[in-house]
DNA sequence: CCAGGACGCGCG
DNA sequence: AAAGCGCGCGTCCTGG
């Protein structure tokens, strides 16, 4: 750890010691419901498997492999596919073979029996990664996860032993069997707070790019539906949800982390058919496209060119020009240093460079802020206790009568106070709250309406 | 037999 | 010229 400033040191030193009563409460854990859906996972891991075993696929890999088959195997898998015959797109990193999820899901329409392989490792992820783990490190019903601030590279946090900062939500039908184990305490409420858009925000007070800025500041602005517009060429009234989060998932976020246009333009394309994109009036994207000169995939990755080229040279030039300043700063002196007071020194990549002190400050945003709740719950005698930390977000078991004594705490310290305490925010940060009923688990978490 | 590489996959 | 950032953890597999 290099912090260059004494407030950077203090930062990590209270956060530290803040953290350790997080962990030190840990989270309640409903401990015969989770017994129980390991059961159950594990018989339909059982009967998928039996299911797949009779498969054409299955009979094929059983006649290669004989006893030494194993389902599990990747390898095994891509040794299978070579044998066959099968073509597979994507090849990894190394260059073999690749058969993760969306390899493998380009095949389930001429092998159906892959489906079957691919609910098998969601489930075995399940049951593997997060119940057994789960169980294993629970005491007396608690989960202790240990949070880190030593081991990253970016001067974020990280979490094991459990890792509770990778619980499944995407995944709906996954995420609600897991979350329902994490439960609060006898009568109390789970709080979860979040800081919303905490790394673009961070972002704006590294480059100040007066575009941007306004887009945070003026909330008729929308940069992911404007950007959904210029990639599919669509006008506003066209922008559905699955379009508008396109452009966030599949352009925005991917270029702020330094993405190129044509995996861009790739990700865009394949979405359209992947998610059934049509505009608000129910028109077909490809036929929209089609219609405004777009006809083959090799038009679209020139006109996704075209939108990257305004995005950075047009429309956010000051951004541009901090990176660029910011990248060349670091190949003279070898290091920088972040908005917070640490320093990143070492080979780096252009990428590196640009990410690692916004996801840094974003975090230590996050971090300031739970040190002064926690320091306010012990103050106050409060009996409520922050319970765990996800990098912008804060998990807290709340007695219920201090519920909105609590909330005007987190605004207070998450949007007030830390902008007094940091001069070089130049932006208003927000937060969201969600709530669990009484009794209620993780997965039933609802936005507290304002 | 163990350590570590490779891969896959969960989250922000 | 390069070509998406950060983690933890499970399994399989190879090489020492």
Known sequence: MRPTRK??????????????????????IDVPYLK??????KKRI??????????????????????????????????LFQ????????????????????SLNELVKSIPEIDILLRMRKLKKLEGTY??????????????????????????????????????????EIGNIIRRAFIPRQGRKLLECDYTGIEVRIACCYHKDPVMVSYIKDKTKDLHRDMAMQCYSLDKDQIT????????????????????????????????????????????????LSSSGIKTYSAFEKHIQKVEKDFWEVKFKKYTEWKK???????????????????????????DVINYPVQGSAFHCLLWSLIQVQNILKE????????????????????SSEEEEICEILKNIMTKKIIEHWDWIIVPLDIEIEITPINGSWNEKKEKSK
């Open 7 to 28: 407030d950077a040191y203090k930062l990590f030193h209270e956060g530290t010691l803040a953290l350790a009563d997080v962990e030190r409460n840990g989270i309640k």
């Open 36 to 41: 129980n859906q390991s059961e159950k996972i």
């Open 46 to 79: 059982q009967k998928n498997q039996d299911l797949f075993i009779q498969s054409e696929l299955g009979i094929a890999w059983k006649s290669v492999f004989k006893e030494k088959t194993n389902f599990d195997s990747g390898f095994q898998l891509s040794k």
């Open 83 to 102: 044998i066959l015959g099968i073509k597979v797109k994507n090849i990894t990193e190394k260059g073999n073979i690749s058969v993760d999820e969306k």
């Open 131 to 172: 119940i057994k783990n789960i169980l294993e490190s629970c005491f007396d019903g608690y989960c202790h996860p240990s949070f880190n601030l030593h081991k990253v590279r970016t001067y974020r946090s990280s979490c094991s032993e459990p890792n509770f900062q990778n619980i499944p939500i995407r995944d709906k």
């Open 241 to 288: 949800k699955d379009i508008r989060y396109c452009g966030k998932n599949k352009f925005v976020f991917p270029q702020f982390y330094g993405d190129y246009y044509v995996n861009c333009a790739k990700n865009l394309w394949e979405a359209i058919d992947e998610m059934d994109l049509k505009t608000a009036q129910n028109i077909p994207i490809k036929e929209h």
């Open 325 to 351: 300043l910011h990248y060349k700063r670091y190949l003279q002196y070898g290091y920088f240093d972040t908005l917070t007071g640490f320093r990143c020194s070492g080979l780096m990549s252009r990428n």
């Open 380 to 399: 106050k005698n409060m009996k409520s206790l922050i319970v765990g930390q996800i990098h912008d977000s804060i998990i807290l078991d709340i007695e």
